[in-house]
């Protein structure tokens, strides 16, 4: 990776500010990291190198006329296809063009445009977000990089957002979470990854999947990356850098709540302990720990195993649905209203992110074996949706066959400038993925 690219974006940020680097060095150095693969990742359902270019030329010439439009200015960043970016098509993982209405920007897409960010192109997903494997029947699998020898789940449906990262042809990566969709290929991927509190971003300009559960969020290569991104695009921060300033240096005084068995008793090839591990220097490191257990997750995972609330609402025209999806919405609706007196003595419920290592595609030989494997790989996220709670994911290490471990942070819903900011404390104790991980094999040489 060229070293324009292996800063963090906060100190890319100031050098292209201070004209000490160009955006079109920047993106020169994404094209060639990507093109180097020759593809081979499949990040990308639309790769636009051209089209990155003239987001580049544009952010410098602004930057030469004494101009910033906003903190992620000719920051190489890569967009799923379930967002409406102006200039491309939208297909939501589909074989068919979707209307023009999902070729406008929406509001999140809106205010990463006028900040003049680089669109490198749009991203890989499952078809219309629904599953968590990352498989596409009608344009194949992105590639998960930490397995050079066999083809591994990348997560899904944000599919190709963090192999786009892993392969460096973007610093930025959006994807949606309605169950885990961010969370999960962040974690898979070997990077961080952040579900905002529903509602704090809008959906417009969005694919809908469930109105209920649909989430904007962001991927990154660490933490702090998606600390920067956050706060450059969060409506409800003034002032984004007095945050960023805000985030404590350490992690002493934090109570850290860890999750009860239900979040830990099926872990496979180490996962489990690896956590732990990161856990347990967090509380040498000051932090306060406590056992802490969350028992709606349990409701809201019963939901989602008895076919959830996305499939009803994506199929709401069938009349027959209806009474059984209001009963659905109403477990929901108790569980989160107790669920979030959890939080009273803890400012983050600590699990694993993902409970099962990336397994290789095409083993599952039938559709009932395909939906088991979705249900286990989002065991441990879709309570934060389905309980109005927000959560961030960092990578702690590798299991047994080598595949990314996630540590995930859980938040009350609407507490996600602290959750932010314990999340990037938590880093800064642990270290920075890349010292944690390595580079991806199948991204190395």
């Given at each position: 990776?060229?070293?324009g690219?292996?800063?963090?974006?906060?100190?890319?940020a100031?050098?292209?500010?201070?004209?000490?680097?160009?955006?079109?060095?920047?993106v020169e150095a994404?094209i060639a990291?990507?093109?180097?693969?020759?593809?081979k990742?499949?990040a990308y359902?639309?790769?636009?190198?051209?089209?990155?270019r003239?987001?580049?030329?544009?952010a410098?010439a602004a930057?030469a006329?004494?101009s910033?439009?906003?903190?992620?200015?000719g920051?190489?960043?890569?967009?799923?296809?379930?967002?409406?970016?102006?200039?491309?098509p939208t297909?939501?993982g589909?074989p068919?063009?979707l209307?023009?209405k999902?070729?406008?920007?929406?509001?999140?897409?809106a205010?990463?445009?006028r900040?003049?960010?680089?669109?490198?192109g749009k991203?890989?997903?499952?078809?219309?977000a629904?599953?968590?494997?990352?498989?596409n029947?009608?344009?194949?699998?992105?590639?998960?990089p930490?397995?050079?020898?066999?083809?591994?789940?990348p997560?899904?449906s944000?599919?190709?957002?963090?192999?786009?990262?892993?392969?460096?042809?973007?610093?930025?990566?959006?994807?949606?979470?309605?169950?885990a969709?961010?969370r999960?290929?962040?974690?898979?991927?070997g990077?961080?990854?952040?579900?905002?509190?529903?509602?704090r971003w809008?959906t417009?300009?969005?694919?809908?999947l469930?109105?209920?559960f649909d989430?904007?969020?962001i991927?990154a290569?660490?933490?702090?990356d998606?600390a920067?991104?956050?706060?450059a695009?969060?409506?409800?921060?003034?002032?984004?850098?007095?945050?960023?300033?805000g985030?404590p240096?350490g992690?002493?005084?934090i109570?850290?709540?860890?999750a009860?068995?239900w979040?830990?008793?099926?872990c496979?090839?180490g996962?489990?302990?690896?956590?732990?591990?990161?856990i347990?220097?967090?509380?040498?490191?000051g932090?306060v720990?406590?056992?802490?257990?969350?028992?709606?997750?349990?409701?809201?995972?019963?939901?989602?195993?008895e076919?959830?609330v996305?499939?009803i609402?994506?199929?709401?025209?069938?009349?027959?649905?209806?009474r059984?999806?209001?009963?659905?919405r109403?477990?929901?609706?108790a569980a989160a209203?107790?669920?979030?007196?959890?939080?009273?003595?803890?400012?983050?419920?600590?699990?694993?992110?993902v409970?099962?290592t990336?397994?290789?595609?095409?083993?599952?030989?039938?559709?009932?074996q395909?939906w088991?494997?979705?249900?286990?790989?989002?065991?441990?996220l879709v309570?934060v949706?389905?309980?109005a709670?927000?959560a961030?994911?960092?990578?702690?290490?590798?299991?047994?066959?080598?595949?990314?471990?996630g540590?995930?942070?859980?938040a009350?819903?609407?507490?996600?400038e602290?959750?932010v900011?314990i999340?990037?404390?938590?880093?800064?104790?642990?270290?920075?993925?890349?010292?944690?991980?390595g580079?991806?094999?199948?991204?190395q040489?």
């Amino acid at each position: 990776m060229a070293d324009g690219l292996a800063l963090p974006i906060a100190e890319i940020a100031v050098w292209l500010g201070e004209g000490k680097l160009k955006a079109r060095d920047l993106v020169e150095a994404a094209i060639a990291n990507h093109e180097r693969l020759g593809g081979k990742l499949m990040a990308y359902s639309q790769w636009a190198p051209e089209h990155a270019r003239q987001c580049a030329a544009a952010a410098d010439a602004a930057f030469a006329a004494g101009s910033q439009a906003g903190p992620l200015q000719g920051i190489p960043t890569s967009i799923k296809d379930l967002f409406a970016v102006s200039g491309f098509p939208t297909y939501a993982g589909s074989p068919k063009r979707l209307p023009p209405k999902f070729e406008r920007d929406g509001p999140v897409i809106a205010t990463l445009r006028r900040q003049l960010a680089t669109v490198m192109g749009k991203t890989h997903m499952v078809e219309f977000a629904f599953g968590g494997t990352g498989h596409n029947a009608h344009y194949g699998t992105p590639y998960n990089p930490w397995d050079a020898k066999s083809h591994r789940s990348p997560g899904g449906s944000s599919s190709g957002a963090g192999v786009s990262l892993c392969e460096g042809s973007a610093l930025l990566a959006f994807g949606s979470d309605t169950a885990a969709s961010v969370r999960l290929p962040a974690a898979m991927t070997g990077n961080a990854g952040l579900k905002i509190t529903k509602d704090r971003w809008p959906t417009e300009g969005i694919v809908p999947l469930s109105f209920s559960f649909d989430t904007p969020g962001i991927l990154a290569r660490s933490m702090a990356d998606a600390a920067f991104s956050f706060a450059a695009l969060d409506p409800f921060l003034g002032d984004s850098f007095a945050f960023l300033r805000g985030v404590p240096e350490g992690i002493g005084g934090i109570r850290i709540g860890i999750a009860d068995s239900w979040f830990w008793q099926d872990c496979e090839n180490g996962i489990a302990e690896i956590v732990r591990a990161a856990i347990e220097r967090l509380g040498h490191a000051g932090a306060v720990m406590k056992e802490k257990a969350l028992p709606e997750a349990r409701e809201a995972y019963a939901v989602f195993s008895e076919g959830g609330v996305s499939a009803i609402e994506l199929l709401a025209f069938l009349d027959r649905e209806l009474r059984e999806y209001l009963s659905r919405r109403l477990r929901l609706v108790a569980a989160a209203t107790t669920a979030a007196a959890h939080f009273d003595d803890v400012d983050v419920i600590a699990t694993p992110t993902v409970m099962v290592t990336p397994h290789v595609l095409g083993d599952e030989t039938s559709a009932e074996q395909f939906w088991a494997r979705n249900r286990k790989i989002v065991h441990n996220l879709v309570p934060v949706n389905y309980l109005a709670l927000c959560a961030a994911t960092l990578p702690v290490g590798l299991d047994r066959l080598g595949m990314p471990v996630g540590l995930q942070l859980i938040a009350k819903g609407g507490d996600d400038e602290r959750l932010v900011a314990i999340a990037c404390a938590v880093e800064r104790v642990l270290g920075a993925p890349r010292e944690i991980l390595g580079v991806p094999p199948m991204c190395q040489g």
